[in-house]
């Protein structure tokens, strides 16, 4: 870790992403921000917990995913460097998590009380318009790509796209939580690399 300076500026690289911020909300998001270590296989957020912070993943990779009555495991979603990570639904009505978060490697996050956070919010001009342009692009452009895709497009397909975007997925993640990110079973994502190999 090289201290404060890099977390900041990773900080006000990730909200710019979406809508620039005037220094003195970044200044109060830096006083706000905590560091959080995980290791791999540790649970951030069990199922039935109510989210009380919210986070930026600074560095390695978490899984969100729900369980059945059988204990089988569904995965919502990955998280890699740069992803903001919660359960929005949790936090916004302060009730328990449907789904678990959990680290899949060593992680570090940046880590935001959610009440303090959402207090910026309410008095930031800028920041509201950031959590305007996040909700829509992550919450709406996103969220209806993704529901079209999974429709529209073969696991071939999905899967290509996935590797674009992350081409190292597959050494970090295992493949069964690609697999259900994918909407698919082990097998068929290990029928889906096998023929590209051929």
Same mark, same amino acid.
């Given at each position: 870790m090289q201290g404060e300076a890099t977390y900041d500026a990773f900080i006000k690289g990730v909200f710019s992403r979406y809508y620039p911020l005037?220094?003195?909300?970044?200044?109060?998001?830096?006083?706000l921000s905590e560091i959080k270590q995980l290791h791999a296989h540790e649970v951030l957020l069990p199922v039935?917990?109510? /989210?009380q912070n919210i986070y930026i993943l600074y560095r390695g990779s978490l899984i969100a995913y729900f369980l059945d009555k059988d204990g089988n495991t569904?995965?919502?979603n990955i998280f890699l460097e740069g992803d903001f990570v919660g359960s929005t639904v949790s936090y916004?009505?302060?009730?328990?998590?449907?789904? /678990?978060?959990?680290a899949v490697?060593?992680?570090?996050?940046?880590s935001f009380p959610y009440k303090a956070y959402r207090r910026l919010i309410n008095t930031h001009t800028d920041l509201k318009d950031f959590y305007i342009a996040y909700l829509e692009q992550n919450w709406v452009i996103d969220k209806e790509k993704r529901e079209i895709d999974i429709v529209m497009k073969? /696991?071939?397909?999905?899967?290509?796209e996935l590797l674009g975007e992350h081409p190292d997925i597959t050494e970090r993640i295992p493949l069964n939580?690609? /697999?259900?990110?994918?909407?698919?079973?082990?097998t068929q994502l290990s029928r889906i690399r096998k023929n590209m190999k051929k």
């Amino acid at each position: 870790m090289q201290g404060e300076a890099t977390y900041d500026a990773f900080i006000k690289g990730v909200f710019s992403r979406y809508y620039p911020l005037g220094e003195d909300t970044l200044t109060q998001l830096y006083e706000l921000s905590e560091i959080k270590q995980l290791h791999a296989h540790e649970v951030l957020l069990p199922v039935g917990k109510t /989210a009380q912070n919210i986070y930026i993943l600074y560095r390695g990779s978490l899984i969100a995913y729900f369980l059945d009555k059988d204990g089988n495991t569904y995965n919502k979603n990955i998280f890699l460097e740069g992803d903001f990570v919660g359960s929005t639904v949790s936090y916004l009505t302060q009730s328990p998590s449907n789904f /678990a978060l959990e680290a899949v490697e060593n992680s570090t996050l940046i880590s935001f009380p959610y009440k303090a956070y959402r207090r910026l919010i309410n008095t930031h001009t800028d920041l509201k318009d950031f959590y305007i342009a996040y909700l829509e692009q992550n919450w709406v452009i996103d969220k209806e790509k993704r529901e079209i895709d999974i429709v529209m497009k073969d /696991a071939t397909s999905r899967y290509l796209e996935l590797l674009g975007e992350h081409p190292d997925i597959t050494e970090r993640i295992p493949l069964n939580h690609i /697999a259900s990110h994918l909407g698919i079973t082990p097998t068929q994502l290990s029928r889906i690399r096998k023929n590209m190999k051929k």
